[in-house]
Structures are given as C-alpha cells and as structure tokens.
DNA sequence: GTTATAGTGAAACGAGCGGTACAGAACATT
DNA sequence: AATGTTCTGTACCGCTCGTTTCACTATAAC
C-alpha cells in the first residue's frame, strides 16, 4: 500500500559503493552520493536510514559482489596452485587495466583499514573479518601443495594481496608487480603439474 | 625587530604530526591541532600558512625523525642480514609495544596512501617516495646475502613491512606476526654467520 | 621613550556538512 | 472515486570546517 519506490534499491547502492570506493566514507559526501545515484537524500535517508546506513549496504554489497566471487576459486575443496595462480593474475589484471586517469581505488576495505576503522569499532571488525576470510581462502588452496611453513606462506601472500590493494591508490605498476611476485611465489612452492 | 615567537616550532610540529598520524588529514581539525600545540590558530596560521602548510611541516619531520633513523641500518654500506634482523624486530617491537588502548598509528604516509594521496598528486609524490626508498634500502641490504630472486625478495620484504604498517591500525597483533615472518624470511635467505 | 614591526587572542566569516520538516505526488486498497 | 499510506523534492536546520580580520601585546631598533 502507497507509493512506490522509483529507483532500484541494488543499482543505487552500487552507485553509491562505488563513490565510497573512490572517495572514503568521510570524503563522500551527501551530494555527491545524490548525483552518482540520482536519487535525492530525502529518498535516500528514507531507504538507509542515514549515510552510514547506506554506507553499510556498500559494503555488504562489495562483499558480495566484488571480494567473494574472487574468493571462491581460492575456497572451493581440491583449490591449489591453479586457483592461486588465478587469484593473483586477475587481480593484476584488474590492477593494470585500470586507465590511468581512471580513479584508482584499490581495495574498499583496505582504503577503510586507515580510515573508518581506526576510530569505529563496528568498520575494524568488517576489516578484520575479510582479512581473516583472505588468508582462510589462502590456507585452504596452499593446503593443496606441499605443507611446508604454511603460516608464513600464507601472511607472505596475505600480505602481498594487501599492500598490492594498498599501492594500487599510489603506483598501479608496483602493485601489479607485487602480484606477479605472488604468482612466482606460488610456482616456486608448488610443482608444476 | 618586532615581538619574537613565544612556541618552539619543533615541538609544535611534533604535536600536529601526532594529531595527523592519529586522526589523519581530513580528520584533524583545527580545534584538534590548537589543542594539541596549545598554539592559537592564528599563530599556527602565521607560522606555516595554512593547515595544509603545517602537515607539510608535519610530514617532513616523520621522515626526519621517524623514517629515517629505522632505514639508516638498512642503508649503510656492507648492510645485510644483521641489519635486516634488526630493522623487522625493532618495528615489531614498536607495533607490540602499544598498549591496546593507545592510538593504533601504523605509519603516517601509509595512512596518507588511502587518504590524501589519492586525490592529490603533492602527497602521493610523497607517498611513493616513502616506498622507493624503502625498498631501496632493502636491496641494499639484500645486496650482502646470495643474488638469488632479489626483486622478489625486495618486494616481499617490502610488502610485510606496509602490510604490517596497514594492520597495525586493524590488529596489532598479526601486525607483529607479519614482521615476524619477514626476520624468518631474511633468515632463511641468508645463511647464518 | 618612541616608533616600527611582528606575534597573539578572540571573534567572526562564508561554505559545506549530515540530517530533517513538510507539502505534494503516486500508488494500493476499499 | 475516495482514502490511507508511502515515496519524493524543496528548502532549510544547526553545526563544524578552514580561513580571515582586527585590535592588542610584546619586542627590537633608534
């Protein structure tokens, strides 16, 4: 009963997501959420109850839309070199084809790690918990190999994940280069098939 | 001629790059730096400009007093795996020996990576300077073990040392876990004396 | 002691912020 | 068609931001 809403609730979040990618919760600001969604903060406030409510749909929306279909090769059963392998050369790819003057935006929940979550406990347990599911996805497709030092295994390549996310705001080509050194990680610690 | 500066400028600076460290650039403001100087704005405004003048001011004394005595070891001619063991266990020391309520800081120009430096050219120069220098650093002092994979190595290096910086903000931790996986790494590659 | 110069403090500036009030528009139900 | 409910656009709220103004104070030079 009543009106409807006008707009699709799932392409205004991804808007929306994609302004906070970019821009950083607090750099984000209402009016630029208005013009990249297109939708007027009166309708907003009324769907999200408040910037960080809509804030909070983006992430569950990055989580679902970005990170965990780049995790799932790396989580399924029998996962091994050929999903790390695929893990770390997607993510370069989608580093490198990047144009230039493109904004580049890295990881929306890295570029939250010095941000949000240094003073809101609610977005530090958010980061935390993707860090824990990235190197939970690591152990996993390393368990496949030999089982030699897999804790350092998996912080090494955690580590070069991160900070690849980290530099792709600074120098794209350092943070594609520190995936092709996952990559060579992986070859070297497992045999080739 | 006239009346003469009643603040030391250098611990006024050091007092603002705290603020900045802690709060970041955008989230440090003027009351913020006014209370932690204990310096009025007017004068903060006389001496260096403006607030982006004083976090220049701010930035320039991290790299003095902060960046460079931990790479000095690094740096030195005839530099290798002492210097290496040195350089992680004194950086886990300093990211384990916050007390957990304390500000979690990590480094000031990761910080900036996700922040400022996206968006502003100036501070991403600064920031990707920071890492040149570092991972220089590091070559030289891989330089004294086996010339075996030594891109790789630096980068891997490279990357525990800004991934630690990243997390020490998120879990501190794993934060010293990470350092404690780069001394393992160095020892590995270079054999005992 | 007078004067010119420079640092300091209080107050206020305009701009932009997140959030809200309210009237009107659009629909489901009756 | 009438009614009740929900969504939307405008216009505005109080607040905080970085910055500026200006009167006042303190000092160096003469």
């Known amino acids: 009963m009543g009106r409807l809403q006008t707009f699709d609730s799932t392409t205004v979040v991804q808007s929306a997501r994609d302004v906070f990618w970019d821009l950083g919760y607090d750099g984000a600001s209402l009016a630029d959420l208005e013009a990249a969604t297109g939708v007027n903060r009166s309708s907003l406030y009324h769907a999200f109850g408040s910037k960080r409510g809509l804030f909070d749909a983006a992430v569950a929306d990055y989580r679902d839309t970005v990170i965990s279909p780049r995790l799932r090769g790396l989580q399924a059963d029998g996962a091994g070199r050929r999903e790390l392998l695929a893990y770390f050369d997607e993510l370069r790819e989608a580093v490198a084809a990047l144009p230039l003057d493109s904004p580049r935006r890295g990881c929306l929940l890295v570029n939250c790690a010095t941000g949000l979550a240094t003073h809101d406990e609610p977005a530090r347990e958010v980061v935390e918990a993707y860090r824990t599911e990235l190197a939970a996805a690591l152990r996993n497709a ?28 600074v120098n794209a080509a350092e943070s594609a280069a520190l995936l092709s050194t996952a990559a060579d990680q992986v070859r070297a610690w497992f045999p080739a098939p």
Chains 1, 2 share one sequence.
């Open 142 to 169: 390393l368990a496949g190999g030999p089982a030699e030092n897999t804790d350092e295994r998996v912080r090494t390549l955690a580590s070069l994940s991160m900070s690849a996310m980290l530099l792709a705001r």
